[in-house]
């Protein structure tokens, strides 16, 4: 009698347990109810792009050095860069030069589609930058730098749209 009366106290501890989980913080019951669904249910959750990189980062683990078109799919300007060095470019010179995250450029877990216009533009930037570099700047004379350099962070400082005045 007082075993199932023990019993029944733990289960009702444990459902209203439960229920307190589900009712103060509903993020994380989102991700509870949807953890066995491959829905969509990441566009409802908030983006952690720490979290994000980290299992990249993991998934690419051992293969660092190999050039990254051997390691990831859809590589067009970054060949012959080392695996590793992507991941941080896709961290700091893109995201966060342009103050964005993954989500301007990709849809999450899709890296190597072109689902969105950003990511070409973004292509397309980079040889604007090498030809400033590599061609316009170096005909500017009397410059202090021996290698006069712009990069994405020159334009954007940390916004998508450069600004065209001092507020
Ligand atoms: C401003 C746009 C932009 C942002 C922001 C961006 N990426 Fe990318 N990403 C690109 C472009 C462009 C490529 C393709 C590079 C190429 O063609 O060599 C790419 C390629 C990749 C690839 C290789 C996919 C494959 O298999 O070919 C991965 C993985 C990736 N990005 C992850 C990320 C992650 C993670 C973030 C956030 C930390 C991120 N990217 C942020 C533009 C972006
Ligand atoms: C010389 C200045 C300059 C540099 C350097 C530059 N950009 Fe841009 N970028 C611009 C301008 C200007 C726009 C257009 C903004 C607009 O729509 O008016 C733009 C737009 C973009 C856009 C589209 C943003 C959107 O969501 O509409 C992306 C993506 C982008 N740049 C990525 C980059 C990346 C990545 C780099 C470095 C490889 C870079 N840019 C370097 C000037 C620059």
Not at 54 to 59: A, C, M, Y
Not at 104 to 112: F, L, N, R
Not at 127 to 151: G, H
Request: net charge positive; with cysteine; hydrophobic share 35%.
């Amino acid at each position: 009698m007082t075993k199932r009366l023990t019993l029944a106290a733990t289960l009702t501890a444990v459902f209203y347990l439960s229920l307190n989980m589900l009712i103060s913080s509903p993020i994380r019951a989102i991700a509870f109810i949807n953890s066995d669904h491959q829905t969509p249910a990441q566009e409802s959750k908030p983006f952690d792009q720490q979290q994000k990189l980290q299992e990249l980062r993991k998934q690419i683990a051992g293969q660092e050095r190999k050039p990254a078109e051997e390691v990831f799919k859809n590589i067009q300007i970054l060949k012959g860069r080392p695996a590793g060095a992507v991941l941080s470019v896709m961290e700091i010179a893109y995201s966060k030069s342009l103050g964005v995250n993954c989500t301007h450029c990709h849809v999450v877990d899709q890296w190597e589609k072109e689902d969105k216009p950003t990511k070409q533009i973004t292509r397309e930037m980079s040889a604007m930058v090498r030809t400033i570099n590599t061609d316009l700047l170096k005909k500017v004379k009397n410059l202090k730098s021996e290698t006069p350099t712009v990069n994405c962070t020159t334009c954007h400082r940390g916004q998508v749209k450069p600004a065209l005045d001092l507020q």
